[in-house]
C-alpha cells in the first residue's frame, strides 16, 4: 500500500507552529475550567469542601423548581426586552438618520448608557424604582397618574417590568448603533426612486429601510437574542432575583450556584456547573430555532 | 528568508507561552519551627509581618504597633497591613508565593477558613505563660469550630473582645409620639408599638425598616435567641432544628402583612441613611451602630437610643449569641515564632485591651479586662454593653448545604412568599442530611451539649461525636 505523503510542508508546519499559543491558551482558558467545573458535577463543593453524592445534582436539576421558574422568567424578560429594544432602536435610528438639528448631540445621549457599568445603572435604578423615595413614583404621583406609590422592587406583579426598563434603557444605545451602521450602507438612490414614485416616510420605511435593513437586522436579533438570556448584572444589583425569585433568571441563579450569595447560600459548585451545562443546552436550542425561522428574513429581499 | 523568520518568530511565542507556566509550589511545611516555651528566650532582633482585614480600629491598633516597636526589648519590629477585601484569599495566595505574614487577625470563622494547615497550635504556649493563661482565661475561652478545632484539639488564637449581640435602635421623638417611654419587651407588643408609628406617620415615616443584608438574622434570629428557642442547632440532641421559630415568623409576617415596615428593604448604609433621616422609627444592629451614626452616618434630627429587642412572651430566656474579636494567630510557615508571640503577648495584654475597649472599639470579653474596664470612657458603646443575655454560643458544625441557608429561606416565609410550615420543613431536612453525611464522611463531628442551658451556652459539658 502507497504511504501518503504529508500535504503540510514548509508553510503548513509554520502554522501549526503558530497555532499552538492559541490552541494552549484555549484549552488552559477554556476546555479545561469547563472540564474542571463539571467533574465536580456529583460532588456537594462549595468551594473548600467536597461530598460525594454521586447522582443527586443530576436529581436536583430536574425537580428544582426555582431552575426551572428561572428559565420561564428568562425567556419571558427575553420576550419583553427585544420586542420593545429593538423596534425603539430602530425608529431612533431612522429618525436621527434625518439629519434634523441636535442629531449627533441625541445619538450621543442614546448611547451614553451602554457605556455605563451594569452594577452602576443596577445602584442608580434601585433609587429611581424605590417606593417611598423614588423618583418615578414621585414623578407618577405628581403626574396623578397613579394615587398609591408601586411597589416596583418589591411587587412580584410589576418587578418585571422594572427589570425590562432598566435593561432596554442600558442596551438599545448600542442597537442603535448596530442600525446606523446597517442604514448608512443603503443606497441612497433607493430612496430618490421611492420618492420620485411618490412614497411617502412610512411607505419608505416599510417598503425600502426595512427590506434592506434585513441582514443587519437578523444579526442584531440574534445578538439581542443571546444577550437577553445571558443578562444577570443589573437584575443581581436591582433585585437580586427577587421578591420571592419572581425576577430570578437562568443564569443570575446559575452565578449564585457558582459563586454564592452573601447571607443567603454558600457556592455549589457540582450542582451549578450542571445548571450552567443545561443553560448552555437551552440557549444552543434558541439559537437553533431562531436561525430556522430567520431564513425566512433572507426572503423579504 | 521569509520562513526562517516566520519560524524564529513562532518559536519565540512558543517559548514565551512555556515560560509563563510556573512550577507549582509546595503547600506549606508542616513541619514548623518550634517555639520556646521554656525559661527565659532568646529573641534576635527581626522584622515580622501582621496582615489584618480589620479596618476600624486602624489607628488605635497602629499606634499601639509603634509602641511595641519603639519600647520591646528584643529589637522586634513589626510592619502591619491593613486589608481591604476578599482577605482570605490574599491570605491563601500568599501561601501558595512564599510570601505569607507571621501573625495574621483571627475571627469567629479561624477554623473554619484556614484551620491547622495553616495556623499554628497557640495552646503550648499560651499556657507556658501564667499571666497570659490566667488574663485570657485559655481554658475557658476555648470556642470549638472558631478558634478551637476539636478534631485536632488545637487552639489558634485566643480572643481578645466581643461584639455585644444585636439591640434595637429607635428614634426617641417617634416613639414617645406613639405613646411609648420604652421599648416593649413582648413581640406582639412591640409590633403594635410599629404598627401605631406607621398609622401616625401616614406615609411620611414608618415604624421599622430592615435591610436586604440578612434581615432575619438581624431581628427574627435574635428574638428567638432571647426567648430561649432553638434558633438554629439542637446542642441537647446534636441536630439541627427550625421548629421554634413558627410563632415568631407568623407574628413578624404582619411587618409586611399590614404595611408596617418601610416599604423598601436597601443595602445596610441605605437603610442606616434612611433611618438617620427619620425615615422609620425602629433598626436593629450591633455596637458597630455608635461608629457609624456618630461618624459615619450622623443623626442630628433626633435623639436616638439604644434597647432591647422583644421577645415571644416578654421573657428573656436565652443568651444573645455574641461574636468575639481581636484574636491573633501565627502562621505556620513563621521563621519568627517567639518574635511574633511576643507581639502576640502585647497586643492582647490588659492595659492594650481595657484601653481598646474605652475608646469604643468593643466591649470586654475577659474578667480582667472587665474589672480593669470603665464604661464611663466608652461613650455610647455603654449603651451596648454586655448584658446578662450576651454570650458567646459554642459552634454548631459547618455543613456542606445544598438551596439557600435557613435565613434566607425563612425571611422568604416572613415576607408571605412560601408557606412558614413548608419553610421550616425544607430547612430542617437539607441541614440535616447535610449534617449526616458530613458527619459520615468524616468532615465534622456532632457537637452534644446534653446540659446545655440557652441562658449559659458556653457553660454546658460539650461533648464531639462521631455518630
Redesign the interface.
Known sequence: MKKKKSKLG??GA?AL??L??CV??LCVCSIYPICWVLRWAPY???GT?????GLQNFQ?LFTDKTFWEAVLHTFEYAFYKIIVIIPLALIVTVLLQQKLRGSNFFRGVYFMPTIISSAISGMIF?FIF????GILNAILQKGNLITE?I?W??S?DVVMIAVVVLSVWAGFGNYMLYFTSGMSSIDTGLYEAAKIDGANGVQIFFRVTLPMLSPTLKIVLQLALLSAFRDYEAIMILT?GG???RSMTMFLYNYYLIFG??????P?IG?GALCSLMAAIIIGLVTMVYLRVSKKLDDVI | MKKVVAFLVAAVLVLGTLAGCQKPTPAPSTDAPAASTEGAKKIDPCTIKFWTGDRHDMEYIKTHIDKFNAENQYGIKVEVEFLTDDVETMYKLAYQTGDAPDVIGGSNKTVETYGGDYLLNLEPLAAADETYKKEMEIESRKYAYKNWDPKRNEVYCYFGAIRTGTRAEYNIELVKAAGYDKLPTKLSDYIDMAKKITEAGKGEYYGIGFTSSSPFERFCEQVAMNSGITWCYDYKNGKFDFSGYKPIIEECKRFISEAIAYPDEQGVDNMRALFAEGEFALWQNASQEIGVFTEQIPITKFEWGVGALPTLTGEVKGSLDCLVQKGYCITKTSKNIDAAWEFIKYMQSLDVLVGYCEAGYSAPLTNAVRDKYDASKAGRMGEFQAAAYDEVYPSYPSVNLTGDNYRKTLWEAVLGNTDVDAAIADCNKRYNEALEADIKSGDVLRVVIPDFDPMHPGAGTIEFRDK
Open positions: 514548509h508553510e509554520s507552529i503558530m499552538i499559543p494552549f491558551f456537594n463543593y462549595n469542601k467536597a461530598t460525594f453524592t436536583r434601585t424605590a417606593t417611598k423615595n406609590p411597589k422592587l418589591t412580584g437580586q421578591p420571592g425569585n450569595q452573601s447571607n443567603s447560600a454558600q455549589q450542582y
